[in-house]
């Protein structure tokens, strides 16, 4: 009984071996390299070591997967003698037969076995390495390399018999793993290495825009459709040129029947050859030309490939029902990468500001991403909304009114925890004035704690902010 309680021991030893082996698998695969790399810039010794480990990826894998493969082995050996004998002892004292108390002592031990190696041996910690990939590659490091000063020349000898074998099979092993960075990787290094001046702060905001161009959709960047002027077959060039001086803008939708009926764009520049006299009696059909439609959905690749053919630089947004969303040009596409242009003819309006009291006076109109990058904060985004407005009026479930505030819970990506993850902060957004029924202008307030708890019972004064803000410069 008491070689069973020791084997016991042993295969209790072998599933908290599996785990590590697991959680090196795992965490070295999904943690982030970049904050490795800075930490271990800093001095760090513990991200010192994971970024040595990290350079030799496919040879730690290697280890992590022969470590996995002898516990497991000598687990389904170690079982029957430990868990199936002290089972059998529990069971001898019934009125079993020994023929079935033995039966149901190895099954027994079988399934025990099997459930304690699959839930703490492989899946608890695959979860967890998941979940904290940075955070576990740190607690693994020393442990990982002590094994492998060990048994390295085994994991070695193992690499070249599989890289013979692949050999033979008529293809070229691959001594590492693909080292890619992910686009969220590449910014966040980029992003360091603008704020540790490796890269003009320019430049960098310059890079990572460009990192990011690929994921983000039409819905994202057009004009959505309250904000497009369109006009009608029957508009004149006459009233054509008026709209032009207006409103700012050189290409104008055409619609049929309505807005969600489009039937042509139409730019002044091909009307200016009308003679003055005969600019009221023209009309824009004359003019216009035939629609590029695409869906909302439309990553901004291939639509900027699109836009970039001659005779486009426009084209209409329509929605999941094919009705009108919104208008998006070439130009567009390009202040997604290199930020606001604005040439003689745009109507200047600030997007945002700062208030004496740290607030950020902002448009409504501002998408989240947007205002995270001013603020310095991580705003989610809205569940079906685009911009801080429509962020507002999911949280209120309701028409905003001015003074109407809200709480969210963001994100401060220049604070990390224990476990190197941005730790939480909020904000409370504070209505200012309506366009119509759009939230036009809004004050934003960042906090470390939550204010419906540190406040609680004090009133709010962040709308008479609004008198004392101040324009700094640099507002797209």
């Not at 905001?205 to 009608?232: H, K, Y």
């Amino acid at each position: 009984m008491t070689s069973a309680w020791f084997l016991l021991g042993i295969l209790i030893l072998l599933i908290a071996a599996n785990a590590l082996f697991v959680a090196v698998e795992f965490s070295y695969i999904t943690v982030d390299r970049s904050r490795v790399q800075k930490a271990a810039a800093e001095g760090d010794p513990t991200a010192q070591q994971v970024e040595r480990g990290l350079g030799k990826l496919s040879e730690q894998l290697s280890g992590a997967q022969l470590g996995i493969t002898a516990c497991s082995l000598i687990t389904g050996y170690v079982a029957e003698p430990s868990v199936g004998q002290l089972l059998a002892a529990a069971l001898n004292a019934t009125a079993l037969p020994a023929s079935v108390s033995m039966a149901v002592s190895v099954s027994g031990a079988f399934i025990i076995a099997t459930f304690a190696q699959m839930a703490f041996g492989e899946l608890v910690p695959k979860s967890w390495a998941i979940a904290e990939p940075n955070r576990v590659a740190r607690l693994v490091a020393y442990p990982q390399a002590w094994y492998m000063r060990l048994f390295g020349w085994l994991v070695r000898f193992f690499d070249r018999a599989a890289e013979r074998v692949v050999r033979a099979l008529g293809m070229e092993p691959a001594s590492e793993l693909d080292q890619a960075r992910s686009p969220a990787e590449l910014t966040a290094l980029v992003q360091y290495s603008g704020e540790e001046g490796t890269l003009d702060k320019a430049t960098a905001e310059l890079v990572a825009r460009s990192i990011e161009f690929g994921d983000r959709t039409a819905a994202e960047v057009m004009v959505p459709r309250p904000r497009v002027n369109f006009v009608e077959r029957e508009t004149t060039v006459e009233e054509l040129i008026a709209l032009v001086i207006e409103s700012g803008h050189s290409r104008f939708p055409v619609q049929g029947d309505d807005v969600d009926d489009i039937v042509g764009i139409v730019h002044y520049k091909a009307t200016l050859g009308v003679p003055i006299q005969m600019r009221a009696q023209r009309r824009v059909e004359e003019f216009m030309v035939a629609p590029y439609v695409v869906a909302e959905t439309m990553t901004l690749d291939p639509l900027m490939r699109e836009l970039r053919e001659p005779g486009l630089q426009a084209a209409v947004v329509i929605d999941e029902y094919g009705g009108t969303a919104g208008l998006v040009t070439l130009e567009d596409l390009v202040e997604e990468i290199v930020g606001e242009i604005r040439d003689e003819h745009d109507q200047y309006v600030r997007r945002y500001r700062r208030t004496n009291d740290g607030g950020w006076m902002i448009s409504g109109l501002l998408r989240p991403d947007e205002a995270s990058a001013i603020i310095g904060l991580e705003i989610p985004e809205g569940e079906d909304t685009d911009t801080m407005a429509g962020l507002v009026v999911e949280q209120l479930d309701r028409i905003p009114e001015p003074g109407d505030q809200t709480v969210l819970e963001v994100k401060d990506p220049q604070r990390l925890n224990d476990k190197e993850r941005a730790v939480p902060a909020w904000i409370r957004l504070t209505v200012v004035s309506l366009d119509g029924h759009r939230v036009d202008r809004m004050i934003v307030h960042r906090f470390d704690e939550d204010p419906r708890v540190s406040e609680l019972g004090h009133g709010d004064s962040s709308v008479e902010s609004q008198n004392t803000a101040n324009d700094v410069e640099g507002g797209a």
